[in-house]
């Protein structure tokens, strides 16, 4: 996953947020079930003259393998359902009509406690 376009760490309304890395789907989905409500996502959805768009990352086990990310600043409170197998490259896509747009992303944990994961 290449994410360089993406900071190491940034700030928003007073929280910190840290990237993070992961090898593989398993790793990401066991960041994601052992930091619930603590993992966020930068997506480049390619809008002009806007920063990256920052999502809140949830998913459970009982969402097989889809991966719901809540808008918490562009367009409040929207949400884009996608798949673990597709973000863990990097990435979202969008399939319409044959044509295939995919939006850069790279996961981050909120605070500045947290250990390495």
Same mark, same amino acid.
């Given at each position: 996953?290449?994410? $360089?376009?993406?900071?190491?760490?940034?700030?928003?309304?007073?929280?910190?947020?840290?990237? /993070? $890395?992961?090898?593989?789907?398993?790793?990401?989905?066991? /960041?994601?079930?052992?930091?619930?409500?603590? /993992?966020?996502?930068?997506?480049?959805?390619?809008?002009?003259?806007? %920063?990256?768009?920052?999502?809140?990352?949830?998913?459970?086990?009982?969402?097989?393998?889809? =991966? +719901?990310?809540?808008? +918490?600043?562009? %367009?409040?409170?929207?949400? =884009?359902?996608?798949?673990?197998?597709?973000? =863990?490259?990097?990435?979202?896509?969008? /399939? %319409? =009509?044959?044509? +295939?747009?995919?939006?850069?992303?790279?996961?981050? +944990?909120?605070? %500045?406690?947290?250990?390495?994961?």
């Amino acid at each position: 996953m290449n994410n $360089s376009q993406f900071p190491d760490q940034f700030s928003r309304n007073g929280q910190t947020y840290r990237k /993070i $890395s992961f090898d593989n789907v398993e790793q990401l989905r066991n /960041i994601l079930l052992n930091n619930p409500y603590k /993992i966020y996502c930068l997506v480049d959805e390619k809008v002009s003259d806007a %920063d990256p768009t920052l999502f809140l990352v949830l998913y459970a086990e009982e969402f097989d393998n889809t =991966v +719901i990310l809540f808008d +918490i600043s562009l %367009d409040l409170k929207s949400t =884009v359902t996608t798949e673990l197998d597709i973000v =863990v490259n990097g990435y979202n896509e969008v /399939i %319409d =009509v044959g044509y +295939i747009e995919r939006y850069p992303l790279c996961f981050y +944990i909120k605070g %500045d406690e947290h250990e390495d994961i």
